[in-house]
């Protein structure tokens, strides 16, 4: 990624629509009071260029803001505190603001949500997604500052990545599953993002490799325990025989399980339960709840890490760094 790119100015976008950087400027302020039909030239002009309007003084244009941007999918997701802890234990002591905002698993309200990062002139991005709009792709490409990307390990990162594998974590907890000698597995998928699909392909190609038949319970809500237990019910209506579920999270395994509990079905006995993320609640059911040990806060570190270092002008061979999970099988399995 080339971090001497000059940015669009003003000037190039009224040069490029043929109309005075004033009007431009008075479209940025009040749109309303531009001509409908230099109104859509100016937005046209503004997205092909990559313009990205700086709300800091030109005079300080130039400057490092020792801001950087981070972007979440939820404020609320336990998962992406984790995350943020590990963050704010390197920016705080480099003496970096975090300035925060999420998107809602939505590419395009991400889209929205960097322009407002890059308007501030943040000096880096920390992103928890690797699918992008292809606006955003030029807006970062535009505003050539260090991107990290957390959580998966994307083939082609922006600039640098840090995460883990999502499909080799699913496949291996599932294959234990299995050599337990569950055979009616379900996968209960909640709201089907990019990281679901991953787990979803982990837990296709465990069963494809012991010949056993997928048990795909889809739902594209949001994740919580009540929709856990209505998922639970939903796979015992498709397949009767079921004898385990292996669940996207942990908000979901613990919902299944306690909707097991609830109709009087005995965990592990009659049906396996597992999740992914080990989040706490999984450790205060009993039996305590198998899962996926996901190193959320050192990958908020270590991605930290690199993005400052990548802003002091470091180079990173391993563009794309794998962070090992382990298993924990609980009693639930």
């Given at each position: ?31 309303q ?6 109104a ?32 979440l999918?939820?404020m609320?997701?336990q998962?992406?505190s984790?995350v ?25 309200r ?25 606006r ?28 883990l594998?999502?499909t ?7 294959g234990?599953?299995?050599?337990k ?8 998928a ?17 069963l ?32 009767p ?6 669940c996207?999270?942990?908000?979901i ?20 339960v ?17 899962s ?11 991605a ?20 090992s ?9």
């Amino acid at each position: 990624m080339n971090h001497k790119a000059r940015r669009p100015t003003l000037q190039d976008v009224a040069d490029k629509v043929g109309a005075s950087k004033m009007t431009v400027s008075r479209y940025l302020r009040e749109p309303q009071q531009v001509a409908e039909a230099t109104a859509k030239k100016i937005a046209i002009a503004m997205e092909e260029l990559g313009y990205i309007h700086n709300r800091v003084p030109d005079m300080l244009a130039n400057a490092k803001s020792r801001a950087i941007g981070v972007l979440l999918p939820s404020m609320s997701n336990q998962v992406f505190s984790s995350v943020v802890r590990g963050i704010e234990s390197v920016s705080g002591p480099a003496g970096l603001h975090a300035l925060y905002g999420h998107y809602g698993y939505s590419m395009e309200r991400e889209e929205q949500q960097i322009a407002q990062l890059l308007s501030f002139n943040v000096d880096g991005l920390i992103l928890s997604e690797t699918q992008h709009t292809d606006r955003t792709l030029r807006m970062l490409e535009t505003a050539a500052i260090p991107v990290m990307e957390v959580m998966e390990l994307p083939e082609h990162p922006i600039d640098l990545a840090v995460g883990l594998n999502h499909t080799a974590a699913a496949q291996e907890i599932v294959g234990l599953m299995i050599a337990k000698g569950r055979k009616r597995i379900a996968y209960l998928a909640a709201r089907l993002d990019h990281r679901t699909r991953q787990r979803e392909a982990g837990y296709l190609a465990a069963l494809t490799e012991a010949g056993l038949t997928p048990i795909l319970i889809h739902t594209d809500q949001p994740s919580s325990f009540t929709l856990g237990g209505q998922l639970l019910r939903n796979a015992l209506q498709a397949a009767p025989d079921l004898d385990g579920v292996f669940c996207t999270n942990d908000d979901i395994a613990a919902g299944a399980m306690l909707a097991c509990q609830a109709m009087g079905l005995s965990v592990p006995e009659q049906i396996s339960v597992a999740g992914f993320n080990a989040l706490d609640i999984g450790h205060a059911l009993a039996p305590q709840l198998a899962s996926v040990i996901t190193p959320r806060e050192a990958i908020g570190r270590v991605a930290a890490e690199r993005l400052i270092g990548r802003m002091e002008g470091k180079v990173y061979p391993d563009k794309v760094l794998d962070m090992s999970y382990e298993i924990f099988l609980g009693q639930s399995v």
